[in-house]
């Protein structure tokens, strides 16, 4: 059988080292709440285009690491991560198809249900958000898909991911 070989790697993990940038990177405190979740994008993305790649047990490590590095409780990225890869994944071939405002619909959809699985778990610890602007970062996330998935895209076809 032939070995395929597979391209890009070291591009794929540039795009979460800037995904993850983006996620700690100050913002001012009007802007904050309106923050995208880039690496929840990122990931989305990478499991749409390369699903055999990028799938849960990255969605799990990128959660270990935004855990770490935004000091929340160690596990609740990573479950809502893996969640949202594992439905991703699932759903990718009917995904890739759908028009890019339809795909900014599954996406705020996406995020939404990685939120849901954050707050559930915050609110089991007791810390649950005080105002509707915790689902912010859902909006601002689906608006931005077009942008996100045509850039991914692009540096995808330039370095030849595969």
């Avoid at 929840?40 to 990128?62: D, E, F, K, S």
């Avoid at 249900?113 to 601002?140: F, N, R």
């Amino acid at each position: 059988m032939a070995e395929v070989k597979k391209h890009g790697g070291r591009v794929i993990v540039l795009t979460f080292l800037a995904a993850l940038f983006l996620t700690v990177i100050p913002l001012p405190e009007l802007v904050r709440a309106f923050r995208p979740e880039w690496v929840t994008l990122v990931l989305i993305y990478w499991c749409l285009a390369l699903p055999t790649r990028v799938n849960i047990g990255i969605a799990w490590l990128m959660g270990i690491v935004v855990d770490v590095l935004t000091g929340t409780l160690l596990g609740q990225h990573a479950l809502a991560m893996a969640v949202v890869a594992f439905v991703t994944v699932k759903l990718h071939k009917q995904i890739r198809v759908y028009p890019l405002w339809q795909q900014a619909l599954s996406i705020f959809t996406l995020v939404a249900l990685g939120q849901l699985l954050v707050v559930w778990i915050k609110g089991i610890a007791g810390d649950s958000p005080q105002t509707w602007l915790y689902w912010m970062p859902s909006i601002t996330s689906g608006l931005l898909w077009p942008a996100v998935f045509i850039f991914l895209r692009d540096v995808r076809r330039k370095f030849r991911v595969a």
